[in-house]
């Protein structure tokens, strides 16, 4: 699925370049919807990746959902191509066009065992949670296989002349590779899947290469399990535990830039800033943001009469970084 209102960088810019709040909070949002979309069907398998599901997870409403996405299809389409997209970017990076079609094979596919070692809620959402959720993800799924075998039959010009196996070789091969990575995963205790890789290896050379090379593959080391996952602090958003408005993005927004400047501003200057009329909406709204861990007030509670100061936490600093970008 291609979202039209949305430039390459996945931001939607004005005719200045420069994102509004509005544009930013439907971002977060999406973003949002299409991770809590990979938890839900890693757990839960994708028939049951239901809007009802999704949302909870996301802490958004039905009505954002449905502002930003057709149907729980085109959600789960979302997440498809932003999950390919993120293992090419990572595939390419280890990607050498300069060496021999057997070495560009083996650290393209050394790379996809370590994402998806990495990764296994986004590698069950592409090889597993794929085949149940739709003819329009399983043709996504095609497509991405289909770029698979065109892979592997360049084989056939690295082989012997006058030796060459039919086309229908790689699409054996490459659906071969996807069924016990499939297998692997699926498995109630499964090993890293770059143990796979030796064997994989020589099972695609073998029809190119001969058997020589194919024994080659099988004696080489498998590359070194990536332990563990990255820390999720790159995504602040993820525990927050309330829906993130447009005021919300406001309110942060002017403590930041205020406190920027110097100046820890007061209820009065935040709703001046955010916009809001109502002092005991913005008061209500101050006090979850505090609750939240995203903002402190410097004066201290004792102390009567005296207009309340707030700062951003580091919390709050974190989150106010990905929301002005």
Known sequence: ????????????????????????????????????????????????????????????????????????????????EAGVERVSRYVLEAYDPQVRWAERLRSSLAALLAFLDMKPEVGWLLIVGSLGAGPRALEQRGQVLARMIAFVDEGRQAGKRGEDPPPLTAEGLAGGVFSLIHARMVDESPAPLTELLPALM??????????????????????PARNGRPARSADPLRELDMRLTYRTIRVLL??????GEGMLPSNRQVADAAGIRDQGQVSKLLSRLEQLGLIENAVEPQVKGEPNAWTLTKRGEEVRAVVSV
């Open 1 to 80: 699925m291609h979202d039209t209102r949305q430039g390459a960088s996945g931001s939607r810019l004005g005719t200045s370049g420069a994102t509004s709040p509005h544009d930013q909070l439907s971002d977060i949002q999406r973003a949002r919807i299409i991770a809590a979309t990979v938890d839900v069907v890693c757990e839960s398998g994708a028939a049951n990746a239901t809007v009802a599901r999704v949302v909870a997870r996301a802490g958004v409403s039905r009505r954002t959902f449905y502002e930003l996405f057709p149907d729980r299809e085109a959600c789960f389409l979302a997440a498809f």
């Open 202 to 223: 020589s099972m695609v050379v073998l029809p190119y290469l001969g058997p020589a090379a194919a024994r080659r593959e099988l004696a080489r080391p498998a590359p």
């Open 254 to 259: 002017a403590i930041g830039e205020r406190g």
